[in-house]
């Protein structure tokens, strides 16, 4: 049995998301009353007002955090040692930085940056540094996982705007997503001053297969040097997935490991306007980069509630599984 030490690391503030006001639909997470509005009767499970909480910290509570809860269990099953979770400024605002203290206690992190742009979360200089150290170790592995940036429409206003966040809506079809919508600020700024930046762009809708499943991804296994995608053919049918943009050094610093099929039937999106038919999903840090190794994804493929569960439960146990140097 190995001894992997992992981390599941939210870089959200706590207090900063479920102080959004909900008279305003923009960039924040919905309440549990609005998913019981939108999904009925799906979360009626949740509706009960003296045990859930039924505005954004239910959310979080209920439904957002066990999402990833089938990857905690499967890990600790496989290792025999609970995955360490936490938050970066929990619910009582204590803050826990990824200082030395906390990130030499283990040899796999997973950084789960579900923190919207509104929260201005970012990594202090002291917490950069002590990454680098991590990423020095051959046998350490750093995963960043940034969500969708829906509804940017960067240089426009007023009804080009509105049209081109329309466009994008209609593309992913989810109506519990309002127009504008960006997660992972942390994943970027920490990205950015590792010296490989990478931009989580849009939110596109993947392609599904006949029978519902995911479509395979477009995998390049010669650089998948850990074999991470070992067994693994699709990732899930998440609704909003990001496009993993690399940005200047991070053009020859990170290696595209895999690219997700974008589903042609539905509504265009401007990212498809031309030609463009994938989008690029999991990046790894090519040889030289660091020591160890860095890998950029949507957050959602440690998540359970998605689709294509079997192949997800095979890049974790052979994240889990691999062997040491």
Request: aromatic fraction near 8%.
């Amino acid at each position: 049995m190995p001894n992997r030490r992992i981390l599941l690391y939210f870089s959200w503030s706590r207090p900063g998301e479920i102080s959004a006001p909900l008279t305003t639909i923009d960039d924040r997470f919905p309440g549990i009353f609005e998913l019981r509005r939108l999904a009925y009767p799906k979360f009626e499970h949740l509706a009960d007002s003296r045990d859930f909480d039924q505005g954004i910290a239910g959310f979080l509570d209920h439904v957002q955090k066990p999402n990833f809860t089938e990857f905690a269990q499967q890990s600790e099953t496989l290792t025999g040692i609970p995955v360490k979770l936490i938050e970066r400024v929990s619910g009582n605002k204590k803050y826990t930085a990824l200082n030395d203290n906390l990130v030499s206690r283990f040899d796999t992190i997973v950084v789960i940056s579900f923190d919207s742009f509104r929260t201005a979360q970012m990594p202090t200089p002291e917490e950069v540094a002590t990454i680098e150290d991590f990423l020095a170790t051959p046998d350490h592995v750093l995963f960043i996982c940034p969500h969708h940036d829906i509804g940017e429409a960067e240089g426009l206003c007023g009804q080009a705007r509105e049209d081109r966040q329309i466009a994008e809506h209609l593309h992913h079809g989810d109506p519990g997503i309002p127009p504008r919508q960006g997660f992972g600020g942390f994943a970027r700024v920490l990205l950015r001053e590792l010296g490989v930046p990478v931009e989580n762009r849009f939110g596109l809708r993947p392609a599904a297969a006949g029978d519902g499943t995911p479509m395979p991804a477009d995998i390049d296994r010669t650089v998948d040097t850990m074999g991470l995608l070992n067994g693994v053919v699709s990732f899930n049918l998440h609704a909003h997935l990001p496009h993993l943009e690399r940005i200047g050094a991070a053009l020859e610093g990170m290696d595209v490991l895999a690219r997700q099929p974008i589903d042609i039937a539905a509504p265009p999106h401007p990212f498809t306007r031309d030609g463009r038919s994938t989008f690029d999903a999991l990046l790894q840090s090519s040889p030289g980069t660091f020591a160890g190794k860095l890998f950029v994804c949507d957050t959602t493929l440690f998540s359970s509630t998605a689709g294509g569960i079997n192949d997800l439960r095979r890049l974790w146990s052979n994240l889990v599984l691999r062997p040491s140097p």
